[in-house]
């Protein structure tokens, strides 16, 4: 089965500083690839996501996010972080072979400080 | 586009009562919806998967007669916590997805906060 990891629990950042956000995964293909955002108390946002073609993904708010296959790697990204962008991060993975659920990593919290 | 309402937001009740949680997708039809759990400080935990007409699919672990899942319409999808006790209070969210084919995201509800007493 796929499963995801997010190395980093809590990452803290200035405001207008880069970001980036680890997400590694274990699958034997290419699986489908999504990084969702959730503030607190609420649901997720999808922020962008990967399933064929050019590795380099752009999202909304800014993010973008680049799989590297040889890494097994879907890192994302940000150049300069906004306060608003503090939330908790998810990356998740998805594959046909297991129904197209999805995995999701345990997450990132994002601090910004002013 | 691609909204999903998850209604109610908020539930506090008793121990000893049924909960229904509802997912609609407002702007698409939904083939499948997936229920999640989220405990505390932690990652979603995928319950069970909806697909519109047929019975929901159930994670190993998760009881199908405590959380009765029913996708009876391609913009609704309800879950039922039978008979909640406080270790059911949690926050749980849906999510709907628009095709059948994998490669398509899935849109999240904002999420229902259950409080058993």
């Known amino acids: 089965a796929q499963s995801v990891t997010q190395p980093d629990i809590h990452i803290t950042v200035s405001e207008g500083a880069s970001l980036e956000l680890r997400c590694n995964y274990s699958y034997g293909a290419t699986p489908y690839l999504f990084w969702y955002v959730q503030s607190p108390g609420q649901g997720l946002q999808l922020l962008l996501k990967y399933f064929s073609g050019d590795t380099l993904v752009q999202g909304i708010k800014g993010f973008e996010a680049e799989f590297k296959r040889s890494q097994s790697s879907f890192n994302l990204r940000k150049p300069s972080v906004h306060w608003s962008d503090a939330a908790e991060y998810f990356c998740?993975?998805?594959?046909?072979?297991?129904?197209?659920?999805?995995?999701f990593g345990a997450g990132t919290i994002l601090r910004v400080k002013s | 586009g691609a909204v999903v309402s998850q209604h109610p937001s908020r539930v506090i009740c008793k121990s000893g009562t049924s909960v229904k949680i509802e997912c609609r997708s407002l702007d698409f039809q939904a083939t499948t919806m997936f229920w999640y759990r989220q405990f505390p400080k932690q990652s979603l935990m995928l319950m069970a998967t909806?697909?519109?007409?047929?019975?929901?699919?159930?994670e190993q672990g998760v009881e199908k007669d405590k959380f009765l899942i029913n996708h009876a319409s391609l913009t609704l999808s309800t879950l039922t916590v039978t008979s909640a006790h406080p270790e059911d209070s949690s926050f749980y969210i849906c999510s709907a997805r628009g095709t059948v084919t994998g490669n398509q995201p899935q849109h999240f509800g904002d999420g229902t906060r259950l409080s058993i007493l």
């Open positions: 909806s697909n519109e007409g047929s019975k929901a699919t159930y």
């Open positions: 998740a993975v998805g594959a046909p072979e297991y129904g197209n659920k999805l995995v």
